[in-house]
């Protein structure tokens, strides 16, 4: 058995494909895939970044393009538009109840299906390769970074609490792996406290 030699072009190319395929390109979805997009997207953030500039930002459009999208969601009653409770004049989006049912027929459901059947540790090192790729990735073009709270050097386990130096907060541990706009690319290794 030969060792495949690292080509860059070809893992490029891969993701680009595998990309095609999770968004379900070619099928029948009841949802555009920037529409699948958004709703992930909003299901996946915490709850600062769940805003219309977050979404601009983690979909690398401009803000009026996404708030086309997060309108024509919000229009099939598929997100909630609600008043911040810090800022008054900034708005955040949830999913209604429909916009959760409707995410169980997500295209990228295959996708995730395929990565749980691989080992634990398999699937530690993808995640921790692909944050590093974007990161660099987004580095490099000058534009926001995405990842986790668990991932971000913004983020520290002391004393089995979660904190976020850049927010000057605590965080719920079920907040920690939800998406963010102020990601900064570093490995936070968390664990929960027993029983939170």
Do not use: Y
């Not at 060792?3 to 099928?27: F, N």
């Amino acid at each position: 058995m030969t060792t495949a030699t690292a080509d860059p072009e070809m893992i490029a190319e891969l993701l680009v494909h595998l990309g095609r395929l999770a968004r379900g390109e070619g099928t029948a979805a009841r949802l555009t895939p920037a529409q699948w997009a958004c709703l992930r997207f909003f299901a996946r953030a915490n709850d600062s970044t769940r805003t219309p500039s977050g979404f601009a930002g983690f979909q690398a459009t401009t803000r009026g393009t996404a708030s086309q999208i997060i309108k024509s969601l919000e229009g099939r009653g598929l997100l909630v538009r609600r008043r911040s409770e810090q800022d008054r004049r900034s708005v955040r989006f949830d999913l209604t109840d429909s916009g959760a049912a409707m995410l169980d027929q997500d295209p990228l459901g295959d996708l995730m299906g395929v990565i749980g059947t691989l080992e634990a540790t398999e699937q530690a090192r993808f995640r921790a390769t692909l944050t590093r790729v974007a990161a660099a990735l987004a580095l490099h073009r000058d534009v926001p970074a995405f990842g986790s709270c668990r991932d971000c050097g913004h983020f520290s386990d002391t004393g089995g609490r979660a904190h976020c130096a850049c927010m000057a907060a605590d965080l719920g541990w079920t907040e920690i792996d939800r998406l963010c706009a102020s990601f900064a690319a570093e490995n936070g290794d968390a664990t929960p406290p027993e029983g939170d």
